[in-house]
């Protein structure tokens, strides 16, 4: 019996967010219809005019547009922006430097202060713990007869 291998696909929504490209500013043919790993792959080695424009230019996913302002999605949120922004947008919003934007670049910072100091703390207990000799069961003792 022979095992057919069957190539594993997926919808454009996903493969639009492993390429971090917004869905809706894609070309038609990669919204209408399923991307195999294959393809994928290939834009991602390899990637076409359209791609390469949406990466530098946008409009970019809410993720991305976070990354680039420096701020959780939650914190884009917060701020009023709820829509993919291009790369012109997002220089404006730097530039501009309204009040939401400093107190969510100061919460996420704050947020990733936090995290250090959990992995250092965690680092150093589990460093603690090898250190801490193991303890070995007690010799079994006969009984006297």
């Known amino acids: 019996m022979t095992s057919h291998k069957t190539t594993q696909t997926m919808k454009p929504a996903t493969a639009a967010k492993k390429l971090g490209v917004y869905l809706e500013a894609t070309p038609a043919e990669f919204r209408e219809g399923v991307v195999s790993r294959d393809e994928l792959n290939a834009l991602q080695a390899d990637p076409p005019q359209w791609l390469r424009e949406l990466r530098a230019n946008g409009p970019h996913p809410r993720p991305v547009v976070a990354v680039k302002l420096g701020v959780s999605i939650a914190g884009l949120a917060r701020g009023g922006i709820t829509e993919a922004l291009t790369t012109e947008q997002i220089d404006a ?39 801490r000799p193991t303890a070995r069961p007690a010799p079994a003792r006969r009984p006297r007869s």
């Open 93 to 131: 919003l730097k530039e501009e430097g309204p009040e939401w934007l400093l107190h969510e670049r100061a919460v996420q910072a704050d947020v990733r202060k936090e995290a250090v100091r959990i992995k250092e703390k965690n680092q150093a207990r589990e460093a603690k713990e090898q250190e």
